[in-house]
């Protein structure tokens, strides 16, 4: 884990765009196409407009989530929805968008296409809660086992979370450990707190401890005051 520190969440989103555009560039001239898998909520949305704006040639990368709440687009709690507003906009309005919800009716259909169309993410963009859960992840889940099981053949499930609204379809632990790349991006001393702590061991009470732990893929961690 490598832990980049910034005074204000302005320095973070900016240097956090430049770090995945660069990496997105990469991965197109070398491979020829790109994967970024984002988080949702409020505090992504500065980063997904600082990103929009970059030279990339995002005719060739598939934006996708690394979790959604099952409810329509048009539910003010849909990352889809967020995503849409804040980053398929500018320049990024050419790339490809792989939402996680149809029509949020069957959530097992949902799970069984994503996981059909599931590619590696070239970058995984993670959040975590206050409780540590990371991406939908959550402490206590009936879920939680299987999807913190890292040989696990599934990329996505269904979560339902006891502490948080809605049903969840997530990215499970092993297809995050697939992605070319995870940045966790945090902000203010509770959060950081919570990550001390779970860099302190594996528990199942912060399940990004799980993430934290592991070697098989690079782990950045952008945290703000």
């Known amino acids: 884990m490598n832990c980049v520190e910034f005074s204000d969440s302005e320095q ?3 240097a956090l765009a430049n770090s995945v555009a660069a990496r997105l560039g990469a991965a197109i001239a070398s491979q020829g196409a790109a994967v970024l898998a984002v988080s949702g909520g409020k505090s992504p949305i500065p980063f997904f407009h600082m990103l929009s704006t970059m030279a990339i040639d995002w005719s060739k990368v598939t ?3 690394v979790d959604e709440r099952f409810v329509p687009d048009s539910h003010p709690d849909s990352n889809a929805a967020l995503v849409r507003a804040h980053l398929l906009r ?5 790339a490809r968008f ?3 919800v149809g029509d949020a009716q069957d959530i097992d259909a949902e ?4 996981n059909a169309g599931f590619a590696p993410p070239t970058v995984a963009i993670l959040g975590m809660g206050e409780d540590g859960h990371t991406a939908s992840l959550f402490p206590g889940a009936d879920e939680l086992a299987a999807g913190l099981d890292p040989a696990s053949a599934a990329a996505f499930l269904a979560v339902t979370p006891k502490t948080a609204p809605h049903r969840r379809i997530s990215m499970s632990y092993a297809a995050l450990l697939r992605a070319g790349c995870l940045i966790l991006s945090i902000q203010g001393d509770k959060k950081r707190q919570v990550l001390d702590a779970a860099a302190k061991g594996v528990s199942d009470a912060l399940p990004i401890s799980h993430f ?4 098989k893929v690079e782990l950045d961690v952008y945290w703000s005051a």
């Not at 500018?90 to 050419?94: L, S």
């Not at 934290?212 to 070697?215: G, R, T």
């Open 90 to 94: 500018d320049r990024a309005v050419e």
């Open 212 to 215: 934290l732990a592991q070697n």
């Open 63 to 65: 934006v996708t989530l």
């Open 12 to 14: 973070q989103s900016t």
């Open 98 to 100: 792989l939402p996680l």
């Open 111 to 114: 799970v069984a296409r994503a």
